[in-house]
């Protein structure tokens, strides 16, 4: 199709908008149509997808969606974008029909009127990784997706244990899905040009691996786990697990001189368990 945005309808539609991006709302828009593509191609888009996209913009990644999906819902702030992009989609000979657009924040979107089977998405970058933890949370009909997002990000989210980049988002993120780097994104695909780099991580889910209290209670102690991620474990979960932390810890199979970085997920829960099965002394 030839049908997609490039450069020059990017900034017609800014201009026609008088449209100034905001870096308050991460507002760099794809004008390059073969990047959108490739994105949608990296996360298996077919004709039985509905597609959910975090922050459509212009448009650029929500024709290339159209292209191939069933359906397409596109949640943005932005009033005056959420209007234009039903237009753009019937201008550039797209089913308007197939697109559903939320005006809203998605960091509080937490129902939507049919259920999205997979997310792509060039996430505004401040907000990136609660965006995506509260997708994978609330829409677990998601089985896979791609995003966008810093790179710095990107290689936090896909790093494996004991790696400097590891961290909490990672674990979070690895509650649900597994997740890898899926490539680089020049800067010149992108206006205005950010002055950071871009790249794509990929993301499947996988079975659920606790009830909600557990997930609760596991993230409670990677949060503190990671606060202090210099310290061993028996010392960084003192105030969570209480006076007996580190018979705790070996309850849970846990070595208690190691630091937090060094652990899965799955590791996490068992000692989120102990503090849902009231094991801990607080
Ligand atoms: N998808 C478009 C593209 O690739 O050209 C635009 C991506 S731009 C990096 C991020 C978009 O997210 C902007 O359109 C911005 O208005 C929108 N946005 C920012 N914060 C948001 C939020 N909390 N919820 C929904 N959309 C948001």
């Known amino acids: 199709m030839t049908n997609l945005l490039g450069a020059v309808e990017i900034r017609s539609l800014a201009q026609a908008l008088n449209l100034k991006p905001t870096k308050k709302l991460g507002q760099n828009f794809v004008v390059d149509a073969n990047t959108c593509r490739k994105i949608v191609k990296l996360a298996e ?14 448009g650029s990644l929500t024709l290339a969606l159209l292209d191939e999906a069933k359906q397409v819902i596109a949640i943005e702030i932005d009033d005056r974008l959420a209007n234009q992009l039903p237009v753009t989609t019937k201008d550039r000979g797209f089913n308007s029909d197939n ?3 939320i005006n ?26 609660p965006v995506l933890l509260n997708v994978l949370e609330n829409f677990p009909s998601i089985t896979r997706g791609v995003v966008m997002v810093q790179s710095e990000v990107a290689d936090r989210l896909a790093a494996s244990a004991n790696n400097k980049d590891y961290g909490s988002p990672t674990v979070k993120a690895n509650w649900w899905a ?7 994104v020049s800067r ?13 991580v990929r993301f499947d889910r996988h079975k659920p691996l606790g009830s909600q209290t ?8 990677i949060d503190q786990a990671f606060a202090k991620r210099r310290k061993m474990l028996r010392s960084a979960l003192s105030q969570l697990l209480g006076s007996n932390a580190e018979q705790t810890l070996i309850s849970a199979g846990i070595d208690p001189t190691v630091r937090g970085e060094v652990l899965t997920v799955e590791e996490f829960l068992q000692i989120g368990m102990q503090l849902v099965n009231g094991n801990s002394t607080k």
């Not at 888009?45 to 212009?58: K, Q, R």
Request: charged share 15%.
């Open 178 to 184: 597994t997740l890898k780097l899926a490539g680089t």
């Open 104 to 129: 809203q924040d998605a960091m509080v979107v937490t129902e939507l009127p049919i259920e999205p089977t997979v997310l792509v998405a060039n996430l505004p970058y401040n907000v990136s990784v």
């Open 45 to 58: 888009v077919n004709s039985s997808d509905v597609a959910l996209e975090i922050g459509p913009g212009l």
């Open 99 to 101: 697109l559903i657009v």
């Open 214 to 221: 557990e997930k609760e209670a596991t993230f409670l102690v």
């Open 188 to 200: 010149s695909v992108f206006w205005p040009v950010p002055n950071v780099d871009s790249s794509l």
